[in-house]
Nanobody
Framework: QVQVVESGGGLVQAGGSLRLSCAASGSIVNINYMGWYRQAPGKQRELVAAITSGGSTNYADSVKGRFTISRDNAKNTVYLQMNSLKPEDTAVYYC?????????????????WGQGTQVTVSS
């Protein structure tokens, strides 16, 4: 089993910054993909940013130039630095981690979500 825990959300004024963290734990063999998603009230969950094991990144157009995703492979942790925040960035932010873990009998693919962390940007 793999657990994913996010932290770092909160209330910030427009133009401010926040840094989200997401740590994966368990009998992890390797992590191929780590991504941040968000879901605002009444809207579908959407990809914000993602990073592969090789360091390739992908961003939603709405956050390009303002958000930066990075990862610490040794700590199985991914970060999302959010600058120049806007009220429309308000949402619950979720972390998604994909990779391989050791079960009792074999190595098994996993895809795990965190519980989410609230980000609120006031105008």
């Amino acid at each position: 089993q793999v657990q994913v825990v996010e932290s770092g959300g909160g209330l910030v004024q427009a133009g401010g910054s926040l840094r989200l963290s997401c740590a994966a734990s368990g009998s992890i063999v390797n992590i191929n993909y780590m991504g941040w998603y968000r879901q605002a009230p009444g809207k579908q969950r959407e990809l914000v940013a993602a990073i592969t094991s090789g360091g390739s990144t992908n961003y939603a157009d709405s956050v390009k130039g303002r958000f930066t995703i990075s990862r610490d492979n040794a700590k199985n942790t991914v970060y999302l630095q959010m600058n120049s925040l806007k009220p429309e960035d308000t949402a619950v932010y979720y972390c998604n981690v994909n990779g391989l873990y050791n079960s009792r009998w074999a190595k098994i693919d996993f895809a795990s979500w965190g519980q989410g962390t609230q980000v609120t940007v006031s105008s």
